[in-house]
């Protein structure tokens, strides 16, 4: 179990998350774990649950109150209830060693200051400090709760400090200044903050801010207590100002965050010593990248080995310990494509979604460069061939790859390939003794022999017999070999490769009840890897509870795997058994009538969360046969989010298979649901494969409606790659057929998509004339969200062009719509749009006060890429007032956080933005720099107003060292602006007018 205080206060088991109703019941359960495997008096549990007076049967109260936490947690993990228990007056909750978040986090704490090492002090601390979910028992009132809240919240500050005083020792000086900001405004009296700032400015070159940091501290010390700061403090200020060489910044040492994804090693693991002997022996010492592939048939041991391998040389690699399943050679997908698998492998290693290339040649190249100086182990699982293979293995010299496939992978350049066979039958013999229990074994060798003999001494095959003969208490090992030998023969048409196999799959499914055969053969059709409860209830048309308990039930005889809490899914080989089964079993009908309930079930709740992750979308009439009875409740933009993590892949596969087998409407309407979720987690490559499948879906049921949302969902696709005319295409495509069904809301959606392409592509009268019409189209319809999307769009072009007194009144009318709507993410935005407009107009103070307000909402919802933008257009007011040192703060964090977007057009925003402030505070080679850079990104991305910036400023870097230069660079900018039709175009006519000579 999984008892959560650092933030909400929750409990998890292997049935998911424990149904723990109101205040006092939640006060009760922190309580108990704050004093975990303690006796808690009743009179503490009463003070902490009426701190404002017991009532006068506070007694019978108490005990109600932990009788429904008893059941609560009972209902997530069988026999828990007795975790929580009345003794010595008193109740105490039994919690296990790392089940409770605060004794891991404060374990962490522990080890870090046993530490001598800075970098295993930071690690430490980072890994405790991560465990924080919020504040300590977020949303519990109470004085004793609220005492141990702060006791707690001082604990979390106390680590923090510590771990930013490792962080500087290590150099990173510069990365901490934003976090040591944040923390000195939260904690204005916390003298050790101001000086860690002080230093962390000092040493990233900053001298003139860190002395004014000190300024500041001694300022608020001043005010809040009177005084004057400490003598350590006062020190850190003189050691400054006389630049004492014990300041100076230490070389910095990588601290990128560790990664083991190894699966656990097999506790009975047995055999394979020629094996590992001759694996181990091969590995180089340096110099190359290590490859070894394992291979063999299916069930042989290649994974076992594989991990078992890894476990055994993880000291070797302690940077990442990396595991994919490649599904070589998986029944119910396709194999992972290469670029599809480094998007996985990349993503693990911390690298952002946004930061991903599309295509396969750069997404290689960058995950080589991420694994470049690290020391890393990659296990690629179940390898389809050397072509899927060969763009995912590292680069770097201190790295290991370990590759399984039931090909020989021959073509594999400086690998050592070891192919596995059947087990020796004393490592088989040994294997099942060691499943089945000694004392169950050893007075039957013959018929153990027998045994493992018949399931072809497979170690899959041996597993489940063995598993089938320790849960059959009153069978003997001669009767599991008597039933083994009459399933061989019964059953062997079932085996998708050695008969032995057939048999011991056929044995474990014999012994099921009828229900739980029909949900083994009928789980056999679904087309994703895993699924959920919710998922086998719509398949098997049976309610959740009882859906539920099959399910653990098929996982208690190793029929199915549990990988984590509440998910579910087949080994491969019992996958092709289920599905061989269901086809001799049920009729085509009904095997289509199942399948055709799980399609309708992940279109219903697919559509569903779309009401929480994206409530503005476009409604769609869904097809399929109806709703199923029971759908998990999205009742939260998190839940929603986390239902399409963790059903992405299925979904995805789902998509397929409809398409394959002619199921079209679920084809387009499925992908259509989760655009904006591909949207949302930078899913470009899925993006566009199933948006592929469901155009020609649509097509081929000729559903105008289909192809429009299908091609306007493309546009918005292609934006995002960068391909504004292909994206064009789409959106012109998408008018028409909305227009030809009525959809006006669809077509006021494509039309306002044409507005930002036409803006995008530097053709301005165009996007203002569609922003207009778009807009025009949502009033009509009564789309109040499309009117204050549309209505800021066009603020934003009639800003562009100058009409900025146009532009304010837009963005108002937004930004009442956006607050009639409750619309966070929207006010946001707009309150940004709206300080532009109002910066324009020379009102810089204006213009502050709304940036700020936008900058607060953006990072209260987490949106980065409204935090980067805004800060860019804070500075830039900052600038108008002559604070260039404020403005150019805030532009290096906008660039900063735009490059970690991979936002081209931002980040060539935030270049020239940076250049006009160089050029004002008089540092021309820096501005030219930046301007330089921006000239490069925006000639690419074909951002011509960009261009057009960034040729001004370069004139203006040149003027007085090379004329010449100057006028060509103006010239090119006033050819761009007179071509978008801009007021700019003025300002640089009259700049060359005044370079002598022109």
Avoid at 378 to 387: F, I, K
Wanted: charged share 25%; glycine share 8%.
């Amino acid at each position: 179990m999984r008892f959560l205080v650092l933030g909400p206060i929750e409990v998890l088991g292997s049935g998911g998350p424990a149904k723990v109703a109101g205040a006092r019941q939640l006060v009760l359960l922190a309580t108990l774990l704050l004093n975990g495997n303690r006796v808690v008096p009743l009179g503490d549990l009463v003070d902490a649950l009426w701190d404002d007076g017991p009532p006068p049967n506070a007694d019978v109260a108490l005990r109600t109150y932990v009788s429904r936490l008893r059941r609560a947690i009972a209902a997530v993990e069988p026999d828990a209830d007795r975790r929580l228990t009345f003794a010595s007056g008193g109740y105490r909750l039994t919690v296990e060693p790392g089940e409770l978040d605060l004794d891991a986090f404060r374990e962490h704490v522990r080890r870090a200051r046993a530490g001598d090492r800075p970098e295993d002090v930071a690690t430490e601390l980072s890994a405790g400090l991560r465990l924080w979910r919020g504040p300590a028992l977020i949303g519990l009132a109470g004085r004793r709760i609220q005492t141990n809240a702060a006791g707690l919240a001082e604990e979390r500050l106390a680590a923090t400090v510590e771990r930013i005083a490792a962080d500087l020792a290590l150099g990173h000086a510069a990365d901490l200044v934003p976090e040591l900001r944040d923390l000195v405004a939260a904690h204005p009296l916390r003298e050790q903050l101001h000086g860690q700032l002080m230093l962390a400015l000092y040493r990233s070159g900053r001298q003139a801010d860190a002395l004014l940091a000190f300024q500041d501290a001694r300022t608020v010390i001043a005010e809040e207590l009177g005084g004057d700061p400490g003598p350590e403090l006062v020190r850190l200020h003189e050691d400054m100002l006389r630049g004492a060489p014990a300041l100076a910044a230490p070389p910095q040492v990588d601290q990128r965050p560790r990664r083991d994804d190894l699966p656990g090693d097999i506790a009975d693991f047995t055999g394979r010593d020629t094996e590992l002997r001759d694996l181990l022996g091969e590995l180089p010492e340096g110099g190359a990248v290590a490859i070894e592939a394992i291979d063999g048939m299916a069930g042989i041991g290649k994974t076992a080995l594989a991990v078992h391998l890894a476990h055994r040389l993880a000291d070797r690699y302690p940077d990442a310990r990396l595991f994919i399943d490649l599904h070589g050679h998986s029944t119910e997908r396709e194999a992972a494509s290469p670029a599809a698998a480094l998007d996985v492998l990349l993503r693990a290693l911390g690298v952002p979604g946004e930061r991903i290339p599309p295509d396969l040649d750069t997404r290689s190249a960058l995950w080589r460069a991420e694994l470049a100086d690290r020391r890393a182990l990659v296990v690629l699982d179940n390898a389809a061939s050397a072509a899927q293979v060969r763009p995912l293995l590292p680069g770097g010299p201190n790295c290991l790859a370990l590759v399984t496939s039931r090909r020989r992978l021959a073509d594999l350049d400086t690998t050592r390939t070891v192919s596995l066979d059947v087990l020796p039958p004393d490592d088989a013999v040994a294997l099942f003794t060691r499943i089945a229990g000694r004392d169950r074994a050893d007075g039957e060798p013959d018929a153990v022999r027998a045994v493992v003999e018949l399931c072809g001494r497979l170690p899959l095959a041996i597993r489940i017999a063995g598993a089938r003969l320790r849960t059959r208490r009153t069978w003997t090992v001669a009767h599991l070999a008597g039933r083994l030998r009459q399933g061989h023969r019964r059953l062997a048409e079932l085996t998708t490769g050695d008969r032995s196999v057939a048999a011991a799959f056929a044995l474990s499914y014999q012994h099921l009840s009828a229900d739980q055969q029909g949900l083994f053969r009928l789980l056999g059709l679904v087309p994703g890897h895993d699924f959920d409860a919710y998922a086998a209830a719509a398949l098997d048309d049976r309610e959740l509870g009882p859906t539920t308990r099959l399910l653990e039930d098929l996982v208690d005889v190793h029929l199915l795997q549990e990988p984590v809490a509440g998910r579910y899914r087949f080994h491969d080989l019992l996958r092709q058994h289920a599905r061989n089964t269901v086809a001799a079993t049920e009729t085509a009908q009904q095997r289509d009538a199942a399948l055709d309930r799980l399609l309708d079930y992940y279109l219903h709740a697919a559509n569903a969360v779309n009401d929480q992750v994206d409530p503005s979308g476009r409604r769609i009439t869904l097809g399929g046969v109806g709703p199923p009875a029971r759908l998990p409740a999205f009742d939260s933009y998190d839940a929603g989010l986390a239902w399409c993590e963790a059903e992405h892949a299925n979904l995805i596969a789902a998509i397929a298979h409809a398409a394959e087998q002619g199921r079209h409407t679920h084809t387009w309407q499925l992908s259509h649901l989760m655009w904006s979720w591909f949207q949302h987690r930078s899913r470009l490559h899925d993006w566009l494969r199933t948006h592929q499948l469901a155009l020609a879906s649509a097509r081929e049921l000729d559903d105008a409606r289909g192809q429009a949302e299908i091609h306007n969902n493309l546009g918005t696709a292609h934006t995002f790659t960068g391909q504004y005319e292909l994206a064009l295409e789409h959106t012109r495509q998408a008018l028409p057929l909305y227009r030809s069904v009525g959809d006006r809301r669809g077509e006021a959606s494509a039309t306002n998509r044409t507005g930002v392409l036409h803006k995008r592509l530097g053709q301005h009268q165009e996007a203002i004339d569609h922003f207009e019409l778009a807009h025009a189209l949502c009033e009509e319809i009564g789309d109040r969200r499309g009117e204050a999307a549309t209505l800021n769009n066009l603020g934003l072009m009639l800003s562009m062009v100058g009409r900025h007194e146009d532009a304010l009144d837009r963005h108002l009318r937004a930004l009442d719509l956006d607050r009639q709507l409750g619309d966070q993410r929207n006010e946001g935005m707009t309150l940004n749009n709206l300080g532009s407009a109002h910066r324009k107009l020379g009102r810089h103070e204006e213009a502050i006060g709304r940036y700020r307000r936008s900058l607060a909402i953006h990072r209260e919802i987490g949106d980065t890429a409204g935090v980067a933008s805004t800060l860019s257009n804070l500075a830039l007011a900052y600038g108008g007032l002559g604070r260039h040192a404020d403005a150019l703060h805030l532009q290096r964090q906008a660039l900063a956080l735009a490059e970690e977007l991979d936002e081209p057009d931002a980040v060539g925003s935030a270049h020239n933005d940076l250049g006009d402030t160089m050029l004002a505070t008089g540092r021309p080679d820096l501005a030219g720099d930046h301007y330089r850079q921006a000239l490069d990104i925006s000639a690419q991305t074909g951002s011509h107003y960009e261009q057009g910036r960034a040729h001004v400023g370069l004139g203006r870097t040149r003027r007085a060292e090379d004329p010449a230069a100057a006028t060509e660079h103006l010239r090119q900018a006033l050819e761009i602006y007179a071509r978008l039709g801009l007021p700019e175009a003025e300002a640089v006519r009259a700049e060359l007018a005044a370079i002598p000579g022109e």
